[in-house]
């Protein structure tokens, strides 16, 4: 147990620093920190450190260590889903439901086809979707995986450009709040119809999914208050509740995980009902820095290990990853672009719109890491999706400030 420790403690101490080290690069490039963190993740797996150093890669990444890895990958997505739903704001919709509707509608309508389309063909691909995933499943998988947006990284980008409280801002969260949340809910749906006990399963994760959120968003959204009241009363979140909060959010995850969805759905589905206020504001303060800087770089080595990129060289793989990148730059940048254009924004709002909704991030990883973990996907699809979540959120801020500008930004009007 001293030696698995010890083992463990080195592979954090590299992964941190890999992490830190290609997140600082990203920046320089004028990427955000969490697109740098994501490449490092697939560079200390078998797709650069498991290549050129393979017996080194393989005594820090030790088939025991794997294991303390998924966990704690496990334990950052979920606080971090957790923390995307305590910043998770119903006002945007205000004043802006008819256009954010539109363009979240389109955003997910579009490769919602496209994914339906290509499905008969990627599923007679070997090692895109596993034997027991039947069509309609995997079409399912694929269109959500096509149509989610990296909510957390499209509110980054508005805030630090300057654009909370605009029309543009608002705009594009709203449209990418929608988008997210109707995509989780179907990869509940493929989740819960792909358990290995038959419909029955289904019913139970359904059933079981609706009243956690249904219960959680009405009476446990007003017994939370009782937390709130307590922040009040002494201005800030003390252990005990930090201790309650903590373990509500353990048990949100664990019974979403038993019913057969997903730890992340309970984590987030709790962050959504906790009381706006003192309370939240203190919690993310306390929560955010050891989720971003110490968990989530277990999560994406997790991902980089499970990432192959050396079967792009296979011909009918690097064919099924331009096609999907094609597919899902295309479908989601054009969709939401005129979809803005029809409910009366401007060209250049309207391209900034789409370019920001046009980007996967962790979001991607999250749900391709959930197919590969419950068996919907094989690895060189998760590998080509893991090049496409990197891609297209790559080309966000770049993309952004190409059709939007700093004179535009100046000059964008708050509501």
């Keep these: 147990m001293s030696h698995l420790a010890a083992s463990f403690f080195l592979q954090m101490a590299v992964i941190l620093f890999a992490c830190r080290v290609v997140g600082w690069l990203g920046k320089k490039l004028g990427q955000p ?11 200390l797996g078998p797709s650069l450190l498991g290549l050129l150093f393979p017996e080194w890669s393989a005594k820090l990444f030790t088939i025991e260590t794997r294991g303390i890895l998924y966990t704690g990958s496990q334990l950052g997505v979920g606080l971090y889903m957790f923390l995307v739903g305590m910043e998770f704001r119903t006002d945007l919709f205000r004043g802006r439901a008819k256009s954010a509707a539109s363009v979240s ?13 290509l499905t008969p063909w990627l599923i007679t691909v070997p090692g895109l979707f596993s034997e027991t995933t039947k069509l309609h499943e995997a079409a399912l998988f694929l269109g959500a995986a096509i149509a989610i947006t990296a909510f957390p990284m499209l509110a980054r980008i508005i805030y630090e450009r300057g654009l909370s409280g605009t029309s543009l801002g608002t705009l594009a969260l709203a449209a990418g709040a929608i988008d997210d949340a109707a995509a989780w809910c179907v990869l509940a749906i493929v989740l819960a119809s792909f358990g290995a006990g038959g419909p ?10 609706l009243v956690y959120a249904t219960g959680m968003l ?13 922040v009040d009363a002494t201005g800030q979140t003390s252990p005990a509740i930090l201790a309650i909060v903590l373990m509500l959010f353990c048990l949100s995850a664990w019974f979403t995980d038993t019913i057969g969805i997903h730890a992340v759905f309970g984590g987030f589905v709790l962050g959504v009902a906790m009381p706006r206020g003192a309370l939240t ?7 955010e820095p050891f989720t971003v800087i110490f968990l989530l770089p277990m999560f994406f080595t997790f991902s980089g290990l499970n990432t192959r990129l050396d079967v792009m060289l296979e011909p009918s793989v690097m064919i099924v990853a331009i096609v999907v990148l094609l597919a899902s730059t295309l479908g989601k940048f054009v969709a939401c672009w005129a979809a803005a254009r029809l409910t009366g924004e401007d060209n250049r709002t309207a391209l900034a719109v789409g370019a920001l909704m046009n ?12 197919g590969l973990q419950k068996g919907v996907i094989g690895p060189n699809l998760f590998a080509v999706l893991v090049v496409m979540a990197i891609v297209t959120t790559l080309m966000a801020t770049p993309v ?16």
């Design 218 to 230: 009405t009476i446990g959204k007003k017994a939370l208050t009782c937390l709130q009241r307590g």
């Design 359 to 370: 980007s996967r991030g962790l979001m991607e990883l999250i749900i391709i890491n959930i």
């Design 281 to 287: 504001t203190d919690l993310i303060k306390k929560l």
């Design 400 to 415: 952004f400030e190409f059709v939007y500008g700093k004179h535009a930004r100046k000059n964008a009007e708050p509501l």
């Design 105 to 117: 509608i389109a955003g997910m309508v579009v490769p919602f086809i496209l994914g339906g389309l």
């Design 200 to 209: 029955e399963t289904a019913i139970i994760a359904i059933s079981g999914g």
């Design 33 to 43: 920190q969490v697109v740098g963190e994501m490449i490092a993740g697939v560079l």
